[in-house]
């Protein structure tokens, strides 16, 4: 593999291919629809993730900006700057700082945002189910064997 693991001896066959193909097209078609929805109620992609990591997060608190780098899979700085622009636009709240370790960060939507995002969630889910046969398809591959 190109990324220095161990590579794998498995062989696939034609038909693992197809459905792999299958999703890596739907997965792109879904990223492409879900930024040009972002993009009509006037938020970039990584915009509309901040929102929907704010809000799909289970600590009534918030999020800290650690968990949304997480959620982002972006490095902390990078996160920040996507904060304070979102900010800007009023969907995020002031950032409040914990009692206990005010190092610690916490977000919140604003009004503004809860709503914007409410724009795009019920669309996303009905895309999502649309495309929840090719990520069933994936249940019936088998197992690649990892090398030990």
Known sequence: MMDGSTE?????????????LAFRTGLRQLMRWSERRAAEVGLTDTQHQLLLAIRGH???????????AGYLSARHHSVVQLIDRTEQ?????????EGKDRRVVRLTLTEAGKQTLALLGGTH??????????LSALDDLAPVPQAG
């Open 8 to 20: 794998s001896t498995a062989h696939l066959s034609d038909q693992e291919y197809s459905r792999l």
């Open 58 to 68: 289970s600590d009534p608190d918030g999020p800290s900006i650690g968990e949304i």
């Open 89 to 97: 636009l009023g969907l995020v709240a002031r950032r409040r700082r």
């Open 125 to 134: 889910l009905e895309e999502l189910r649309r495309l929840t046969p090719l």
